[in-house]
């Protein structure tokens, strides 16, 4: 079973266009939310991250929305560029229990077109 | 820091063979993780250690895949006998447990069973 959902699974956008990638979760338990970015050829690597006990939180044109009532939180991608083509993951864990395991989306291609 | 460093980069063997994969945390971190990347299946979690302990295994396929961690530096996947449909690209990630679980991937290894 799919801890958490993500979609779409694939995402083609305009330079300087806004990227919008959507995560849903089941377990409440679950108090960490991180984007991983993996390029082609390379391991994912850390976005940004979110808590719940923010709504928001931005990096440069990158910013997390967190519904925590709805269980839902996203990656907007601002200013979208090419070379922001890559494939997105979102993840959620519950490191407040002691497990450091986490439960991965199923991944955005993105594609940004010049 | 190098990084997680994983050998080999590639490897190509026969179905049947014994294929065993290698991993090197980042010097300090307590927790190693396994996973298995394919198109179908996405970022699968195999395995992950805590302070060498295995914590959960519940993602190993079956019982050709075996992992272990010796010492806090090193560990390893091992596959026997293989088959083609264990094709894909593993990664190896770590840790500091506690943390907010940012996990350091390596670069993979990507493995192809003829």
């Known amino acids: 079973q799919q801890q958490v959902k993500q979609s779409p699974q694939s995402l083609i956008v305009q330079k300087g266009g806004i990227s919008i990638i959507n995560c849903a979760y089941e377990n409440t338990a679950f108090d960490y939310f991180p984007w991983y970015q993996q390029f082609p050829g390379k391991g994912p690597a850390l976005l940004i991250a979110?808590?719940?006990?923010?709504s928001e939180k931005k990096e440069g044109r990158f910013t997390i929305s967190f519904n925590k009532s709805a269980k839902q939180f996203s990656l907007h991608i601002m200013d979208s560029q090419p070379g922001d083509s890559a494939t997105y993951f979102c993840?959620?864990?519950?490191?407040?229990?002691?497990?450091?395991?986490?439960?991965f989306g199923t991944g955005t291609r993105l594609t940004v077109i010049p | 820091d190098a990084g997680v460093i994983q050998s080999p980069r590639h490897e190509v063997t026969e179905m049947g063979q014994e294929v065993t994969l290698r991993c090197k945390p980042i010097s300090g971190h307590n927790s190693l993780f396994w996973y298995r990347q394919t198109m179908m299946r996405g970022l699968e979690l195999l395995i992950y250690?805590?302070?060498?302990?295995?914590?959960?295994d519940s993602g190993m396929p079956e019982d050709r895949f075996s992992a272990k961690m010796p010492n806090a530096s090193f560990s390893t996947l091992k596959i026997q006998p293989s088959e083609p449909r264990d094709s894909a690209v593993y990664f190896c990630?770590?840790?500091?447990?506690?943390?907010?679980?940012?996990?350091?991937f390596g670069p993979g290894t990507r493995l192809t069973v003829t």
């Open positions: 979110i808590r719940p006990d923010v």
């Open positions: 990630a770590s840790s500091l447990r506690g943390q907010a679980s940012e996990q350091y």
């Open positions: 993840a959620a864990s519950r490191p407040q229990t002691g497990a450091n395991n986490l439960f």
């Open positions: 250690f805590n302070n060498n302990v295995p914590i959960d």
